[in-house]
């Protein structure tokens, strides 16, 4: 059980993170995580973080009451996991993206800088691709056990690849505009 008190003292160390962070950054302009992996749908970390602590709740509660099931601890624990990675990964990244929201930089940056966003979208592309094939293919040669899980795999698989396609129609958008209304004279 102790790695379980680790896991207590990461979300108490996690909301107060969240706490500062919240105040500090403000509402975020769309919900921060997908819904699959937070049903809360919030913009402020704070409620995710009260979320993956109700995870934990009910793990802890469920093996104290004798109701945990392999299944059931499995799928619990995956998706605690899954969400203290996402609240630190905001955390880590969430500084940089709001920085980039306020000061609309995309409209700063020069071109070319655009254009190397676009080729690191394009290559992320490609691999999450491969990445969605993957999983599809473990969803249709797995046991019926394992089903749930790798659907789920996929489901997170196609939802990054979904993002990302997003994300490069945004730059395209951007250098189109640019290209439109800042003709350089070098052409």
Known sequence: MSHFNDIAEKLDALAKQAAQRDRQ????????????????RARFLVPCVAEAQSTYDSIVREQQANRLT???????SQKLIAQLEAIQRELATGAIRH??????????????????????HQEWEIRLKDLVLQKTHLVEHCSSFQR????????????????????????????????????????
Do not use: M, W
């Open 25 to 40: 950054k403000g509402e975020h302009h769309q919900a921060l995580f997908d819904e699959h992996l937070f049903s809360c």
């Open 70 to 76: 392999q299944l059931r601890a499995e799928h619990l």
């Open 99 to 120: 920085n980039e929201i306020k000061h609309s930089s995309h409209y700063r940056k020069p071109i070319s800088e655009l254009y190397q966003d676009l080729s690191q």
């Open 148 to 187: 749930a899980k790798a659907q789920q795999d996929l489901l997170v698989a196609e939802q990054r690849l979904e993002r990302c396609q997003a994300a490069k129609l945004k730059i395209e958008k951007q250098i189109t505009y640019r290209e439109r209304h800042n003709p350089s004279n070098d052409y």
